[in-house]
T-cell receptor, first 114, second 114 residues
Framework: NAGVTQTPKFQVLKTGQSMTLQCAQDMNHNSMYWYRQDPGMGLRLIYYSASEGTTDKGEVPNGYNVSRLNKREFSLRLESAAPSQTSVYFC?????????????FGSGTRLTVV | DQQVKQNSPSLSVQEGRISILNCDYTNSMFDYFLWYKKYPAEGPTFLISISSIKDKNEDGRFTVFLNKSAKHLSLHIVPSQPGDSAVYFCAATSRDGATNKLIFGSGTLLAVQP
């Protein structure tokens, strides 16, 4: 099915470990986004890529890095995980100028850092 | 400082009644507003949107109202059904520029009682 695919769905890390969250979309969308969802905080933008070859910081970029590998894939890396990064991470994409349906989201990665 | 606020963390209504979810924003540059619905363990899905040039948009049981002078929007669901039970996020953006970043509220958990 067309859409946004995130892997893994669940992950437990120890403090200080590193990992990469993968995101891929098959809708030929130009822009891709990484959000985190925390209780009472809603969805907060970590990083985004307006088009292939560009990346920019969002509201909460500290502790993360991203790579826009190609038009389809946008990965999020935690170099040294901290308990404060325990969250649910969502990747999203959109075609171009904002249309009526906004973003398409993946189903999320639930990350726990112990 | 939150630019998009949903002050009610939760709402409970009876099946068949009206559900009204509220959202306030502070940034006068926002000109496009969206509502997303999220079930547990799934990504948010687009529900309905409204441009700042309108004050109402209707789609079946869902209607969004925008009061620009008060910087307030609301989502009405009539009649409410048990399947509407979910977290509802309000989001806003400014459509000029290439990024069209969505700024989300903290969400409202709607419970529709049979």
């Amino acid at each position: 099915n067309a859409g946004v695919t995130q892997t893994p769905k669940f992950q437990v890390l120890k403090t200080g470990q590193s990992m990469t969250l993968q995101c891929a979309q098959d809708m030929n969308h130009n822009s891709m986004y990484w959000y985190r969802q925390d209780p009472g905080m809603g969805l907060r933008l970590i990083y985004y890529s307006a088009s292939e070859g560009t990346t920019d910081k969002g509201e909460v970029p500290n502790g993360y890095n991203v790579s826009r590998l190609n038009k389809r894939e946008f990965s999020l890396r935690l170099e040294s995980a901290a308990p404060s990064q325990t969250s649910v991470y969502f990747c999203a994409s959109r075609l171009g100028q904002l249309s009526g349906y906004g973003y398409t989201f993946g189903s999320g990665t639930r990350l726990t850092v112990v | 400082d939150q630019q998009v606020k949903q002050n009610s963390p939760s709402l409970s209504v009876q099946e068949g009644r009206i559900s009204i979810l509220n959202c306030d924003y502070t940034n006068s540059m926002f000109d496009y507003f969206l509502w997303y619905k999220k079930y547990p363990a799934e990504g948010p899905t687009f529900l309905i949107s409204i441009s700042s040039i309108k004050d109402k948009n209707e789609d079946g049981r869902f209607t969004v109202f925008l009061n620009k002078s008060a910087k307030h929007l609301s989502l009405h669901i009539v009649p409410s059904q048990p399947g509407d039970s979910a977290v509802y996020f309000c989001a806003a953006t400014s459509r000029d520029g290439a990024t069209n970043k969505l700024i989300f509220g903290s969400g409202t958990l709607l419970a529709v009682q049979p």
